[in-house]
């Protein structure tokens, strides 16, 4: 069964170091997510691409947050400088077109720790 | 606004049944969602329902009442693998999901 792939599954880092985060989307899934989540708490969209282009990114922090998708299939996030309140899972998702049938189908997340 | 109400707690007996219940407001509805999601690890798709009525899968079904802004996750024959958080999360104008903050399911033997 085809699944997301995210890496890494864990990072600690240092508040105002660089961090970043990939996902390998399901084969054929032309719209991916990124979300982050924090214990006790639903995901938080961050952004989310249809193919290559960004469809919403109204609640990324971009003066620290980038994201792209660059061939329309894998996707880099990244945050410079990371800062403490940045500790979450940030999970990756993708689904077919982004339309209302479809599922969004999670990866297995990377855990954030800043210290 | 938006907005997704579900209880944050629930406790339940191996081999008894359960019902999670989630309220929605959203700007729009396009189908409601429910995820498990064990600790430490990313959510997993249960149900999705779009029509008024039952959907019924194994063990689970999700129930929807679109003129109430209602759904419930009933879990039957409970598992101790069925330990975890439920999400529920609504579709809304832009076929964005709208997330509640997750149920924790916990069974006890």
């Known amino acids: 069964e085809a699944e997301v792939a995210q890496s890494p599954r864990y990072k600690i880092t240092e508040k105002s170091q660089a961090v970043a985060f990939w996902c390998d989307p399901i084969?054929?899934?032309?719209?991916l997510y990124w979300y982050r989540q924090i214990l006790g708490q639903g995901p938080e969209l961050l952004v989310q691409?249809?193919?290559?282009?960004?469809?919403?990114d109204s609640q990324l922090p971009k003066d620290r947050f980038s994201a792209e998708r660059l061939k329309g299939v894998d996707s880099t996030l990244k945050i410079q400088p990371a800062e403490l309140g940045d500790s979450a899972m940030y999970l990756c998702?993708?689904?077919?077109?982004?339309?209302?049938?479809?599922?969004?189908?999670f990866g297995p997340g990377t855990r954030l720790t800043v210290l | 606004g938006q907005n997704i109400d579900q209880p944050t707690e629930m406790t339940a007996t191996e081999g008894a049944i359960v019902q999670i219940n989630c309220t929605y407001q959203?700007?729009?509805?396009?189908?409601l969602f429910w995820y498990q999601q064990h600790a430490g690890e990313a959510p997993t798709f249960l149900s999705y329902?779009?029509l008024d009525g039952l959907e019924e899968k194994g063990r689970f079904s999700s129930f929807l009442s679109r003129s109430k802004g209602y759904s419930y996750l009933l879990l039957k024959e409970l598992q101790m693998k069925d330990s975890a958080s439920y999400l529920c999360?609504?579709?809304?104008?832009?076929?964005?999901?709208?997330w509640g903050a997750g149920t924790k399911l916990i069974i006890k033997p």
């Open positions: 998702a993708s689904s077919y077109r982004g339309d209302w049938t479809d599922t969004q189908y």
């Open positions: 999360a609504a579709s809304d104008s832009n076929y964005q999901l709208i």
């Open positions: 691409f249809q193919d290559e282009s960004v469809v919403d």
């Open positions: 329902n779009v």
């Open positions: 959203t700007s729009g509805f396009n189908g």
């Open positions: 084969s054929g899934h032309a719209t």
